[in-house]
């Protein structure tokens, strides 16, 4: 079985996908530090130094490897990775269940002023317009998101209830 978490940056994609692998006995990928790992540097210094185009392209190429793997695994994917190119269709033709992880955005401009300095995309943003970025990508977003198998609302449930949905949606 094959496990694509997708959704907005900070929605906590990571966090439930290693729940998820452990209680199934799965490898955990995070699609981003797979990305570091191949490349050899952080995500911010690849937007830096190589731009976000280049970073699009490389996203593309490492998520297309990763689900041509014969084997079992979970995957969180970055907050873009699913509007970009043809991601979309690379995941659906995969045949791995995809997940839509959703949360609001207040819960998600919370979380993502908290951790600024690992996200390229709001590091520079002073935290009175990260609402106003995070609405605006939530809505051009949304189209491609909504696409996966399962959509999941994770407002106001405990990692252990959104465990046992996704383990029910899977079934």
Do not use: W
């Amino acid at each position: 079985m094959k496990i694509v978490f997708l959704g907005y940056m900070a929605s906590g994609k990571s966090t439930i996908g290693v729940e998820i692998s452990n209680k199934l006995y799965m490898k955990f990928i995070d699609l981003d530090a797979y990305i570091s790992e191949r490349e050899k540097r952080s995500i911010l210094e690849i937007f830096k130094v190589k731009g976000e185009i280049y970073f699009r392209r490389i996203e593309s190429l490492y998520l297309s490897e990763i689900l041509n793997s014969k084997e079992d695994f979970v995957l969180s994917l970055g907050g873009g990775t699913p509007c970009y190119g043809n991601n979309m269709e690379l995941i659906q033709s995969s045949k791995a269940k995809s997940i839509y992880i959703q949360a609001s955005i207040p819960t998600l401009v919370t979380r993502l002023i908290k951790e600024k300095g690992t996200r390229p995309l709001v590091a520079g943003l002073e935290n009175e317009k990260i609402t106003e970025f995070v609405a605006k990508h939530l809505f051009e977003r949304r189209f491609f998101y909504e696409q996966a198998a399962i959509l999941l609302n994770t407002e106001n449930k405990s990692l252990q209830e959104i465990v046992s949905e996704i383990e029910m949606g899977l079934n």
